[in-house]
């Protein structure tokens, strides 16, 4: 009976806890599309090409904790994950990605708490991204309550490799093998160089 008790109040929390990541997730959306539609008003440019937002799947969240060696419980999942809100940012250009992140940097409520420059620092997978984790206060009828939000910034073409590349994890279980790691850190160059000469054109107009 008391397990049955604990397993209804775990899953009521967890219930409650994506409720506030997903409230979180859709007003940081909303707040990043208006800074997008002013920053084309006062520039007459678009830095953003669109935007994307996932609350993390269950399994995937059981399985970072377990990456991690936590035990799974709703207080480790809100403690050690900073990515079970996400949105993506979408940019044509290099430069965009820094622009908006200084955008980011600017907002009364959005505190910064980490940022992850995997664009200057690739990872030695080759991945490329900007990621910012950042707090956000939702506001709820018992009062306000902070959120992390991670915010990850990249071009297309750095989407198009991350994207591909992940679904090769899944499908090898994080065992990719070697023949296809050297093929995807040679995309990874070509995807910088397209990055860079892209840049390098857009620069000229
Ligand atoms: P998923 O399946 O996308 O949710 P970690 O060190 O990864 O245990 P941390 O501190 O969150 O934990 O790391 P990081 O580097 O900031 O990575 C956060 C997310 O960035 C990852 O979430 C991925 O979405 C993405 N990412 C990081 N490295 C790679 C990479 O090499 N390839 C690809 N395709 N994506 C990457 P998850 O939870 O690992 O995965």
New binding site residues.
């Given amino acids: 009976m008391e397990e049955t008790l604990k397993l209804y109040e775990d899953v009521e929390s967890w219930r409650t806890v994506i409720f506030l990541y997903n409230a979180a997730l859709k007003e940081v959306g909303t707040k990043l599309e208006i800074l997008n539609d002013e920053f084309k008003h006062v520039h007459k440019y678009n830095p953003i090409e669109y935007i994307k937002s996932r609350i993390?799947k269950p399994e995937?969240i059981v399985k970072?904790l377990k990456?991690?060696n936590l035990d799974i419980n709703v207080d480790n999942m809100i403690n050690h994950i900073?990515?079970i809100a996400g949105v993506r940012i979408v940019c044509s250009f290099t430069s965009d990605i820094y622009k908006v992140a200084e955008m980011i940097g600017k907002q009364n409520d959005l505190t910064v708490i980490s940022v992850?420059d995997?664009i200057r620092n690739p990872?030695q997978?080759g991945?490329q991204?900007f990621?910012v984790i950042v707090y956000y206060t939702v506001q709820t009828i018992n009062g306000p309550k902070r959120i992390h939000v991670?915010i990850?910034i990249r071009t297309l073409a750095m989407n198009f490799w991350?994207t591909i590349?992940?679904s090769l994890?899944y499908k090898y279980r994080r065992n990719i093998p070697d023949r296809i790691r050297e093929r995807l850190n040679a995309s990874a160059e070509a995807i910088l160089k397209l990055d860079q000469e892209m840049s390098s054109i857009h620069d000229e107009i």
Wanted: charged share 40%.
């Fill in positions: 993390k995937s970072k990456r991690h900073n990515d992850k995997y990872k997978s991945y991204s990621h991670e990850q991350a590349e992940h994890q």
